[in-house]
C-alpha cells in the first residue's frame, strides 16, 4: 500500500525535490503561507504533524476593538487595543483527502500497462486529478489558497515558504 506523507519543513521538501530530480516525479503543492494552517490547524486545535501550542494573543488591527460572538461585551472603545486569547484555528484538510480520494485510482495506475509503456504521463494525470481534488476541497473563503494550488515537476519548484506543503507519495 502507497503511504503518503505531507512534508512541512523547508528542508525536507527541498531533499524529496533534489532526490525526484531526473525520475518521473510531480509534487502537488499550495503556495500560499497558510496553506499548512488550513490542512492542519493551528494553536491549541493543531492536528499532528503540526504540534498544538498555547493559544495566542490577537490584536485589532483596523479598529479599535475586537469583536465576534462569545467574547465579553462592552469592550472598551477608548485607551488602548484591547486583546484576546485566540485559540486557534480548526483545521479545514484540503490535500490530504484529495490524496485518500484518489488512492484506489493511483494505485490501478501504477498497476497498468499505461504505466509501463508511458509513467511520467500517468504521474502527471494521476498528480493533476488531485490537485483538482485539492482545489475543490480547499476552503471556499480563500480564493488565493485555491488559486495556489498546482502541480510542479520537482525541479522547477524554487523559494518554497518554510510553511508550504507538498505531498509525496
Do not use: C
Not at 133 to 160: T, Y
Amino acid at each position: 500500500m502507497a503511504t503518503v506523507r505531507v512534508i512541512l519543513e523547508q528542508r525536507k521538501l527541498q531533499e524529496l525535490i533534489a532526490s525526484a530530480r531526473g525520475q518521473h516525479a510531480k509534487i502537488v503543492h499550495d503556495g500560499v503561507p497558510y496553506g499548512v494552517i488550513q490542512e492542519f490547524g493551528s494553536a491549541t486545535k493543531a492536528k499532528p504533524p503540526v504540534p498544538k501550542g498555547p493559544a495566542y494573543e490577537i490584536y485589532p488591527v483596523n479598529k479599535q476593538a475586537l469583536w465576534w460572538r462569545g467574547l465579553a461585551h462592552p469592550i472598551p472603545k477608548v485607551g488602548p487595543p484591547v486583546t484576546a486569547p485566540h485559540p486557534g484555528a480548526s483545521p479545514t484538510p484540503f490535500l490530504t483527502p484529495a490524496v485518500e480520494r484518489n488512492r484506489a485510482a493511483f494505485l490501478a495506475a501504477l498497476r497498468s500497462k499505461a504505466f509501463l509503456s508511458a509513467p511520467g504521463t500517468v504521474i502527471e494525470g494521476i498528480a493533476k486529478q488531485i490537485a483538482r481534488a485539492a482545489k475543490a476541497a480547499a476552503p471556499r473563503r480563500s480564493s488565493d489558497l485555491v488559486n495556489s494550488i498546482e502541480v510542479s515537476d520537482p525541479g522547477d519548484i524554487q523559494g518554497l515558504s518554510p510553511y508550504a506543503a507538498g505531498i509525496e507519495f
